[in-house]
């Protein structure tokens, strides 16, 4: 709703044993468009919750694309889980950080 309403778009695409695809598109210097929020703490709280499920975080600004892959993740860690408390804290603050540098050091 919130990009749909100022210009963008959001999708949900689902295939049984395959996997779900949301998008959501926003028009960025639309005047009413809202904050996106803290994407590190939202996501390393679907994350922690979800353990066994696999992430595919794609956050694009202009042509630069900052992408997480929990399955990557996963096979760094080996057998640490991703919902161990460290790990969650480390993905919130490093997902914060990319789209940070994304931005070229600015909040947007």
Known sequence: MAAESTGGSFTIKSRPGVGTKVNAAFVRDHIDREPLGDMGETLAS???????VS??????????????????????L????????????WIKEFINEQIYILYGGASV
């Open 78 to 89: 080996k057998d640490i889980p991703l919902n161990t408390p460290e790990i969650i804290l």
């Open 55 to 76: 992430f595919l975080y794609e956050h694009t600004w202009d042509n630069a694309v900052f992408r997480l892959s929990t399955q990557e993740v996963k096979n760094i």
């Open 46 to 52: 679907l994350i922690g919750c979800n353990p066994d």
